[in-house]
């Protein structure tokens, strides 16, 4: 797996440039961090594997954080806290999917669009303040660990990659998503919902951005108006370089789980090779721009190679027929 050597290569590589940091805590760090970039990649790659985007799932996670943290303050129990964030994700996931699938309108549009109003319902609900000073027994989940030092919510993400990857190879349904991800017609045509399939693939990835701002709040004890902000790009840069074609129809969540991993990766690697973390942005913005300059030109690539094969096949048939 590509994205797989390109990690090790980049722990490798900084490795080599400050030896400290090979060590295997350091490793396990760099894991621990990017639960919630793997939970919206893993989320998000359900819908770009349909051919559609979501860019409000930072929004939604930066919600549900907020709902928990408030919540939190009040003394509420955690299945209440954990309920409303899956509820509210899925709402939201269920609206982008009706906009995008049932009316029609462009998918990077449309959510966007509902980027804004929950951005918006943010700095309703928090009256533009930071919300903070919550404790309680959800503050210790946040670091817990369950073994050799990896944390509860980082193990909780593993398990959900490798049901979401199960369920996208091993079954009927799941296959679904790749198939109206690579011909929307032509899965039409075999029985295939393309309606229900992008509208469950946006529910998925709302539910998976929920769970993210429970683990944002409980993680961090404080949320402010601005968190999950820019998160959407970092999810999606993540699942191209998993593997996942922003055209839809290739690709799979252990690829966009590890590419989660080097996304969140990146600060802390440039404080050990010496760089401050003010280059993060524009490395991982670079890094987006990169990945999705080679994904559109290996697309077109395979599209050219697609319509030569088509002709020679229809050359070698009509000399066939002047020979017949």
Known sequence: MTSLIFLILLFVITGIAAPGFLTYDNIVTCFNTATMYTLLAVGIAFVIMTGEIDVSIGATLGLTAGMTGLIAQQGGSIPKMLLLCLVTGAAIGLVNGVGVSYFGVPSLIFTLGTNSV?????????????????????????????????????????????????????????????????????????????????????????LLAGLGGFVFASKYGQVMTVAGNGYEMTAIAACVLGGISLSGGLGNVIGAAIGAVIMSSIGRLLVFIGLPSTYNNTITGTMLIVIVVIDALAQRRSIEMTRRKRLLSRTADQEGGAKA
Do not use: P, Q, W
Request: with cysteine; aromatic share 10%; net charge positive.
């Open 118 to 206: 929950v951005r918006g319902l943010i700095y309703i609900m928090s009256g533009g303040r930071t919300i903070e000073n919550f404790g309680g027994a959800i503050s210790s989940y946040g670091n817990k660990t369950v073994f050799a030092g990896i944390t509860l919510y980082y193990a909780i993400a593993v398990v959900l990659v490798a049901i979401s990857h199960l369920a996208l190879t091993k079954t009927r349904k799941g296959k679904y998503f790749i198939a109206v991800g690579d011909n929307a017609g032509g899965a039409n045509l075999v029985g295939i919902s393309v309606l229900s399939t992008k509208i469950l693939a946006y529910v998925l990835c709302g």
